[in-house]
């Protein structure tokens, strides 16, 4: 395990609702990624938060947006759903911005929009 | 544009045998690096191995081999003895030090070991 959590694990909701993901990362990380997974392909990178600062973003809509907390935890919230919302959303956390720094990422949430 | 393409959707091998997971990418970028990643039906993303794009030698990590080809631009994993547990999907993925929390992912190759 990695030491990064996620909540919910599992999530159903309806198409035009709001949704809040979780992502607790590993004790002293301070950077945070989002990914988005559909079923049969690749994650598709989200959104990047740097000591509390979004600081690099994939091609989402502004409906995806986030938030990094002082201690380095983070949520993913999504508006009005949409049926392609559909996905594994996970998260990573490393211990700085450079490319030698692992990511570590975790078990994921399973969003299902009905 | 990052791109990583992975050409084999599906892989079988049978246990103990070597196996080669094929991954190309494409960037203009000069300093990059390249992994590896493990991802069982449970979901989350296992580490395997890392090479960075000026790693003068091909990484190794137990198992795990990568076959750093530069200038062809091509990082094959190679997986040798295969357990039953290596069944699973493999990605390879790029990230690059002017955004080092992207990675850019390939679609995947699954590969299943036969006893």
């Known amino acids: 395990e990695t030491g990064v959590t996620q909540s919910p694990t599992h999530l159903i909701k309806t198409r035009g609702q709001q949704v809040t993901l979780r992502c607790s990362s590993q004790?002293?990380?301070?950077?945070v990624s989002w990914y988005q997974q559909a079923l049969g392909q690749g994650p598709q990178f989200i959104f990047q938060?740097?000591?509390?600062?979004?600081?690099g973003r994939g091609n989402f809509p502004p409906r995806f947006s986030g938030l990094q907390f002082p201690n380095y935890s983070s949520e993913l919230n999504v508006n009005a759903l949409e049926l392609d919302d559909s996905a594994l959303y996970l998260c990573?956390?490393?211990?700085?911005?450079?490319?030698?720094?692992?990511?570590?990422f975790g078990p994921g949430t399973r969003l299902t929009v009905t | 544009a990052q791109k990583i393409t992975q050409t084999q959707p599906g892989m079988f091998v049978q246990e103990k045998e070597a196996v080669t997971l094929d991954c190309t990418y494409d960037?203009?970028?000069?300093?990059?690096?390249l992994f590896w990643y493990k991802q069982p039906s449970s979901g989350e993303m296992i580490f395997l191995i890392y090479?960075?794009?000026?790693?003068?030698q091909n990484a190794t990590e137990g198992r795990y081999s990568l076959n750093f080809q530069k200038a062809r631009k091509s990082a094959n994993l190679v997986i040798s003895a295969s357990q039953l547990g290596d069944s699973a999907m493999y990605f390879c993925?790029?990230?690059?030090?002017?955004?080092?929390?992207?990675?850019?992912f390939g679609d995947g190759t699954t590969l299943t070991v036969k006893p």
């Open positions: 938060y740097y000591r509390e600062e979004e600081n």
């Open positions: 993925a790029m990230r690059y030090n002017t955004n080092a929390g992207k990675s850019t």
């Open positions: 960037t203009s970028d000069p300093s990059y690096g």
């Open positions: 990573a956390s490393s211990l700085g911005q450079g490319i030698t720094y692992e990511q570590y």
């Open positions: 004790s002293g990380h301070n950077t």
């Open positions: 090479q960075g794009s000026y790693d003068q």
